[in-house]
């Protein structure tokens, strides 16, 4: 296909109304066309002017209230850095005050000799300055690597809890050719909740990512972008689209480091259909 | 029309938002959720799973916030992709022929907006009513096919009994038709 025949079919990928096979193509040739990717970026603005169309509806109060418990329930399993904030709260070192009208009382010996001890004493203040950025910068590390370990005690509490609650299923992804040593375990609540275990990846290349795939006969959803860490070991936390839900098959392929909303990218695990 | 402040504002935001700002996140959605909430009813035709869209898509939006690119297309264009997407998926998940041969009695007569309750969206409404309307029947049939009932190109052909060739044709025209028309009658629909 040329690329004035993928032209003419964005106006229907903009309407999701392509068949599987041409919405594929497109796809493929939309990873490098920047002309047809800002194109399809209006055809999707005209495609929205649509929902205008639907009459407006208000929903039920309890709504907005559902939405905001949940995202509550989840900043509070997040435990946004308010440890870490005590930690690396104000630390300023009192500073001595210079003695003042020194030389008035005691003639130009005292001088003298006031110079001297003010020169001593901007000797200590920079020495105190110097100590007190050094610590400054210690607390800052110390802070962030407790944010981090709490961040990582929060993930094995959520893997702990959702390992152990009743309704939560397991998925094991198998390696492909690209990572004969990989393997990964997918486990995903009743809510959708899904959590990624992945070992074994290599490395990605710079720009890269790895992204997660929920598959669906033959309807392939963007998961999240996530990059394995220098032992290959990877962890990835996602909301499943309700669709995926009931009969999953999950994949993992490199992508552009910002995720795609297709795969384009060759398939690195791959659990069973 | 909707007025330029009103449209930076709702950028900032949803930069908020990805910042983990939840009072944002709840202006956002005082903004979007009767425009969002009837598209939602219309597609899945049932309030309640509509509400349960709505709350996945605003917890996408919580989620995912920092993927919005405005250089890629207005706030409006983005939260409406999201939820139409979420809506579709859920639509042929259900795949309800209840509500298959509920649509083919409702496609005789589509509705357009009655008189909006969101004042900043009424003109926009007005616009996209008038250039609906507009269209040969055979383009907007296909057009409101595909967006509310998600259906495929091939489904509407099997749908109208009409070749696929013509489906696909009456489509890209009537999008063309629908993008021109809106396009001349104003600068914020972001093409």
């Given at each position: 296909?040329?690329?004035?025949?993928?032209?003419?079919?964005?106006s229907?990928?903009?309407?999701?109304?392509?068949?599987?096979?041409?919405?594929?193509?497109?796809?493929?040739?939309?990873?490098?066309?920047?002309?047809?990717?800002?194109?399809?970026?209006?055809?999707?603005?005209?495609?929205a002017?649509?929902?205008?169309?639907?009459?407006?509806?208000?929903?039920?109060?309890?709504?907005?209230?559902?939405?905001?418990?949940?995202?509550?329930?989840?900043?509070?399993?997040?435990?946004?850095?308010?440890?870490?904030?005590v930690?690396?709260?104000?630390?300023?070192?009192?500073?001595?005050?210079?003695?003042?009208?020194?030389?008035?009382s005691?003639?130009?010996?005292?001088?003298?000799?006031?110079?001297?001890?003010?020169?001593?004493?901007?000797?200590?203040l920079?020495?105190?300055?110097?100590?007190?950025?050094?610590?400054?910068?210690?607390?800052?590390?110390?802070?962030?690597?407790?944010?981090s370990?709490?961040?990582?005690?929060?993930?094995?509490?959520?893997?702990?809890?959702?390992?152990?609650?009743?309704?939560?299923?397991?998925?094991?992804?198998?390696?492909?050719?690209?990572?004969?040593?990989a393997?990964?375990?997918?486990?995903?609540?009743?809510?959708?909740?899904?959590?990624?275990?992945?070992?074994?990846?290599?490395?990605a290349?710079?720009?890269?990512?790895?992204?997660?795939?929920?598959?669906?006969?033959?309807?392939?959803?963007?998961?999240?972008?996530?990059?394995?860490?220098?032992?290959?070991?990877?962890?990835?936390?996602?909301?499943?689209?309700?669709?995926?839900?009931?009969?999953?098959?999950?994949?993992?392929?490199?992508?552009?480091?910002?995720?795609?909303?297709?795969?384009?990218?060759?398939t690195?695990l791959?659990?069973?259909? | 029309?909707?007025?330029?402040?009103?449209?930076?504002?709702?950028?900032?935001?949803?930069?908020?938002?990805?910042?983990?700002?939840?009072?944002a996140?709840?202006?956002?959605?005082?903004?979007?959720?009767?425009?969002?909430?009837?598209?939602?009813?219309?597609?899945?035709?049932?309030?309640?799973e509509?509400?349960?869209?709505?709350?996945?898509?605003?917890?996408?939006?919580?989620?995912?916030?920092?993927?919005?690119?405005?250089?890629?297309?207005?706030?409006?264009?983005?939260?409406?992709?999201?939820?139409r997407?979420?809506?579709?998926?859920?639509?042929?998940a259900?795949?309800?022929?209840?509500?298959?041969?509920?649509?083919?009695?409702?496609?005789?007569?589509?509705?357009?907006?009655?008189?909006?309750?969101?004042?900043?969206?009424a003109?926009?409404?007005?616009?996209?009513?008038?250039?609906?309307?507009?269209?040969?029947?055979?383009?907007?049939?296909a057009l409101?096919?595909?967006?509310?009932?998600?259906?495929?190109?091939?489904?509407?052909?099997t749908?109208?009994?009409?070749?696929?060739?013509?489906?696909?044709?009456?489509?890209?025209?009537?999008?063309?038709?629908?993008?021109?028309?809106?396009?001349?009658?104003s600068?914020?629909?972001?093409?």
């Open positions: 296909m040329v690329h004035e025949e993928y032209k003419e079919m964005l229907a990928h903009a309407l999701a109304a392509l068949d599987h096979e041409a919405e594929q193509a497109l796809n493929q040739h939309l990873s490098h066309c920047a002309t047809c990717r800002e194109e399809l970026d209006q055809w999707n603005a005209a495609a002017t649509l929902a205008l169309a639907a009459s407006t509806a208000e929903p039920s109060p309890k709504v907005g209230e559902r939405i905001l418990d949940q995202i509550r329930a989840e900043a509070q399993n997040a435990q946004p850095d308010s440890a870490a904030k930690v690396a709260g104000p630390h300023v070192l009192p500073f001595k005050q210079p003695p003042r009208n020194v030389w008035q005691i003639g130009s010996l005292g001088a003298i000799a006031a110079a001297v001890i003010f020169a001593a004493l901007l000797v200590s920079i020495i105190l300055w110097k100590q007190n950025r050094e610590a400054h910068a210690e607390l800052t590390k110390l802070s962030n690597e407790t944010k370990l709490q961040e990582d005690l929060a993930r094995k509490d959520r893997a702990f809890q959702m390992l152990t609650a009743p309704g939560t299923r397991m998925a094991e992804l198998s390696a492909t050719n690209m990572a004969p040593g393997s990964a375990k997918l486990a995903f609540d009743k809510n959708g909740h899904a959590m990624l275990m992945a070992k074994g990846l290599p490395a290349p710079s720009g890269k990512a790895y992204q997660l795939w929920y598959i669906v006969g033959n309807k392939q959803m963007p998961g999240k972008v996530f990059t394995p860490d220098s032992t290959g070991n990877g962890v990835l936390e996602d909301q499943m689209p309700a669709v995926a839900m009931n009969s999953p098959v999950f994949a993992i392929t490199l992508e552009p480091a910002g995720g795609m909303p297709s795969p384009t990218g060759a690195y791959h659990s069973a259909s | 029309m909707q007025p330029e402040q009103a449209q930076t504002t709702d950028v900032e935001l949803l930069h908020a938002v990805a910042h983990g700002d939840e009072h996140l709840a202006h956002i959605y005082d903004r979007y959720r009767v425009v969002l909430f009837g598209l939602l009813v219309r597609i899945l035709n049932s309030r309640e509509a509400e349960d869209v709505l709350q996945e898509v605003f917890l996408q939006v919580w989620r995912r916030a920092a993927d919005f690119d405005e250089k890629r297309g207005r706030p409006f264009t983005w939260l409406v992709t999201l939820a997407s979420r809506a579709i998926d859920r639509l042929r259900l795949a309800s022929r209840e509500r298959l041969a509920q649509a083919g009695a409702r496609e005789e007569s589509e509705q357009i907006s009655d008189a909006a309750s969101d004042a900043i969206r003109e926009q409404r007005d616009l996209v009513t008038n250039a609906l309307a507009q269209l040969p029947d055979e383009q907007k049939r409101m096919l595909a967006y509310f009932d998600g259906l495929t190109q091939s489904e509407i052909a749908r109208l009994g009409a070749p696929l060739g013509t489906v696909k044709t009456r489509m890209r025209a009537g999008m063309t038709k629908l993008r021109e028309l809106l396009a001349n009658k600068e914020n629909f972001g093409f």
